[in-house]
């Protein structure tokens, strides 16, 4: 089982990135997916989550209105486009993948995504 997260880098505050996640080695269909972040000294804390046929999304307040979660499942992957972005959205962003019913929950291991002028 395989989470890559990609897309991560240095921006410039108000600007915008977009960060993959590819799976392999699991039905990727039969999977929510999250993305997750941590910030330094931080707990990690959940972003934005896509149901497994990308039909429900939900947001958390902190990032609300300023990113979109979306999924293809041909491709086995999970996006999460983020505008607007602000120097307390540094952090690393993680992948998650949690099977509709039970089974195990896979992490990817992060993408850094700094905000700085």
């Known amino acids: 089982v395989q989470l890559v997260e990609s897309g991560g880098g240095l921006v410039q505050p108000g600007g915008s990135l977009r960060l993959s996640c590819a799976a392999s080695?699991?039905?990727?269909?039969?999977?929510?997916m999250s993305w997750y972040r941590q910030a330094p000294g931080k707990e990690r804390e959940l972003v934005a989550t896509i149901g497994n046929a990308g039909g429900t999304t939900n947001y958390a307040n902190s990032m609300k209105g300023r990113v979109t979660i979306s999924r293809d499942n041909v491709k086995n992957t999970v996006y999460l486009q983020m505008n607007v972005l602000r120097i307390e959205d540094t952090a690393v962003y993680y992948c998650?993948?949690?099977?509709?019913?039970?089974?195990?929950?896979?992490w990817g291991k992060g993408t850094l995504v700094t905000v700085s002028s």
């Open positions: 998650n993948a949690r099977p509709m019913y039970s089974g195990l929950v896979y």
């Open positions: 080695g699991f039905t990727f269909s039969r999977y929510a």
